[in-house]
């Protein structure tokens, strides 16, 4: 190994396996975010972005620096979900960018790069939070610049950067006193550390399980029939090139394919003195890839399930067709002059957006984060010269924004509603006959004219706001924080109200979810009545989940 330089080939492995990495600690990173919700949490979102990358890394065929580049900018800035999730896309945006246009990179090329990926990052930030992964990042960076003149040794050089970075997350509960009084370190933060430890690993050839468990945004379960689970002794297709670090002898052919006999068949080895091509069926292409990296690099790996091959055809078929059909009714659809996209879920929810004139709803919220990909399907699926997105959610707000970035042929115009009651009252303040800035103007007060209280309960045990949480609390969460703790949902939620109400207010109202009765609603709807008297209390089925009540107050 070259302890001066890295080709492609080996930031390919470093990439994959500080992914993999960070795809095994993500439950773990998770547990570290500082919110109790039952959310996408951080590790979560930074797990499916960079999964969005590994997709697109997976399909390069020779690899070179230019095309693995554009793979893991393209891959990771479309599936970029949350604020953690966008910040990481825009890190290695920045880093590829750079690195594009060389053949090999050393220590100058990397700090470079380095410092690249954060001033990128930064930029995407409308108010950057020092003591964040960005902190991480920025020291990362800023200690690669010092010492990328004082050796050329790749080792030392990694070695220096993540123990800079590990000191660097260590201190993030000084820099952020939530993050202190929580007793954790930024997620965020830990997580792009994972990444650098998965690469760091690969780039010191320790044994990497490439064989990744690619997560989803929607759970997709294609039922497998026994009969083909019984005519199917092998079921995954695994294909791959090993791009040898030096020739391998006819003996050890026979060796490896003798091992690639004993755990699967159906197999092809053909070998020369740079390269070999490997195909076999397998129950285990882990270990078939485990064995192959002992010679050298892979590429061009592809592992299909033969068992699904049938079923996922059918689907794809259907989907291809509804695509043509969205098409069709797309272009039969006049061109508008202004559309809207809201994120909503719940059918209740839903409804009220659609009633409002909302042209298409994206499903998501708190519990799953749509991806900047969501976006831009939903963007092109309205036909208009201009479209609103209202978010409805602090943590989808960059992901919407980085759609906007990239979309060319309509003005998007995104509108920052941090909850659904946000997104309703921009909706309602849209006046057809005013002008984009006096619109975005006027739905700007009215995001600061509501008030949002939310009911759900605690999935971790942390202290916030001065208030210990148990797994298992219920919690009012208001705009800037929680509001109220305690066993009961209906007494959490009067604590909370009484939060949000004051003199001025007119209106109060409770979109109930899927865990709440209606009946429970109104008799929360009555005492309210009764203790205040001069707000009129409406009662709105949302049917959102995890939270037992959205609450808006005017």
Request: charged share 25%.
């Amino acid at each position: 190994m070259n302890k001066n330089t890295i080709d492609a080939s080996v930031l390919a492995k470093m990439f994959l396996a500080g992914a993999k990495n960070l795809e095994a600690k993500k439950e773990w990173i998770n547990e570290l975010n500082v919110f109790p919700v039952p959310d996408g949490d951080t590790g979560t979102n930074m797990t499916l972005t960079i999964m969005a990358a590994v997709a697109e890394v997976s399909q390069i065929q020779d690899v070179t620096m230019e095309k693995l580049a554009k793979a893991i900018s393209s891959g990771s800035l479309r599936g970029a979900r949350g604020n953690s999730g966008v910040i990481l896309s825009q890190l290695l945006r920045g880093f590829t960018r750079s690195v594009s246009k060389h053949e090999t990179l050393d220590t100058i090329a990397i700090a470079a790069a380095m410092e690249k990926a954060v001033e990128t990052a930064y930029k995407a930030v409308m108010k950057p939070k020092e003591g964040t992964i960005l902190t991480v990042a920025k020291e990362a960076a800023a200690k690669a610049m010092e010492i990328a003149d004082e050796t050329e040794d790749l080792q030392i050089f990694f070695e220096d950067i993540f123990t800079h970075a590990q000191n660097t997350l260590e201190k993030t509960p000084e820099m952020l006193p939530v993050l202190k009084e929580a007793g954790v370190v930024d997620s965020g933060g830990q997580g792009l550390i994972e990444v650098f430890r998965g690469a760091y690993d690969a780039y010191l050839g320790k044994e990497i399980d490439y064989n990744f468990d690619t997560p989803s945004s929607a759970a997709t379960v294609t039922k497998i029939t026994p009969q083909a689970e019984a005519d199917i002794k092998f079921g995954y297709c695994t294909e791959f090139i090993i791009m040898l670090n030096e020739p391998m002898p006819e003996e050890e052919e026979h060796h490896f394919k003798e091992f690639l006999t004993s755990i699967g068949d159906s197999i092809v080895l053909v070998a020369d003195d740079e390269i070999v091509k490997i195909h076999v069926h397998t129950n285990h292409p882990g270990q078939a890839i485990e064995k192959a990296l002992t010679y050298g690099a892979l590429s061009r790996m592809k592992i299909d399930n033969m068992r699904e091959e049938h079923q996922e055809k059918l689907i794809k078929d259907a989907q291809k067709l509804a695509a043509i059909q969205a098409e069709e009714d797309r272009q039969r659809t006049p061109r508008k002059d202004v559309g809207f996209i809201s994120v909503s879920t719940g059918d209740g929810i839903k409804a009220i957006f659609q009633d409002l004139g909302v042209d298409y709803l994206i499903e998501g919220g708190q519990t799953m984060n749509p991806s900047t990909e969501d976006m831009l399907n939903a963007i092109d699926r309205v036909n208009a010269d201009t479209i609103y997105i209202f978010p409805n959610n602090k943590n989808i707000i960059l992901a919407a924004n980085q759609a906007r970035d990239l979309t060319e042929d309509k003005k998007i115009v995104v509108i920052p509603t941090k909850t659904i009651p946000q997104g309703i009252s921009a909706m309602i303040s849209y006046v057809p006959e005013k002008s984009l800035a006096e619109n975005v103007e006027a739905m700007t007060e009215g995001i600061e004219a509501v008030k949002t209280g939310q009911i759900t309960y605690a999935v971790r045990d942390t202290r916030l706001d001065e208030k210990d949480i148990h797994q298992g609390d219920m919690m009012g969460i208001g705009d800037k924080g929680i509001l109220a703790v305690g066993k009961e949902v209906e007494s959490v939620a009067l604590d909370t109200i009484s939060q949000l109400v004051d003199s001025d207010s007119e209106i109060i109202s409770l979109y109930y979810g899927e865990e709440t009765s209606e009946e429970q609603a109104k008799e929360l709807a009555e005492k309210l009545e009764e203790l205040y008297g001069d707000c009129d209390v409406e009662v709105n089925y949302g049917g959102q989940p995890i939270y037992y009540y959205v609450i808006s107050v005017e």
